[in-house]
């Protein structure tokens, strides 16, 4: 069975940066693509990128396209999550997501979850 464990997340002032991964175990990612989900207080949880299973492929959402990076190490089974140039607006819990299919932003595509890791951006 497939589980996912983030890591990462943590306090960094505006315009720092930090490095998510998305450690897999119990089953190889290579066939599932991953997407980075957030969760900010009181708002709904948002796509922030996803990349294909074999890394070939990669989307962003608006407002983290030219920031974020998301690539994947499968012989490392962890998908990581390069975010630069952080702004307050960025602090919310981020999540990994799984599925054995088409990598999408859209959360309800995706049927194994990790617990969330919390990134806050403040000075």
């Known amino acids: 069975q497939l589980q996912l464990v983030e890591s990462g997340g943590g306090l960094v002032q505006p315009g720092g940066s930090l490095r998510l991964a998305c450690a897999a175990s119990?089953?190889?990612?290579?066939?599932?693509?991953v997407g980075w989900f957030r969760q900010a207080p009181g708002k709904e949880r948002e796509g922030v990128s996803c990349i294909s299973h074999s890394g070939g492929s990669t989307s962003y959402a608006a407002a983290v396209n030219g920031r974020f990076t998301i690539s994947r190490d499968n012989a490392k089974n962890t998908v990581y999550l390069q975010m630069n140039s952080l702004k307050p607006e960025d602090t919310a819990i981020y999540f990994c997501a799984a599925v054995w299919g088409m990598a999408t932003l859209k959360s309800n595509f995706y049927d194994c979850w990790g617990q969330g890791t919390q990134v806050t951006v403040s000075s």
């Open positions: 119990g089953v190889t990612l290579d066939h599932y693509a």
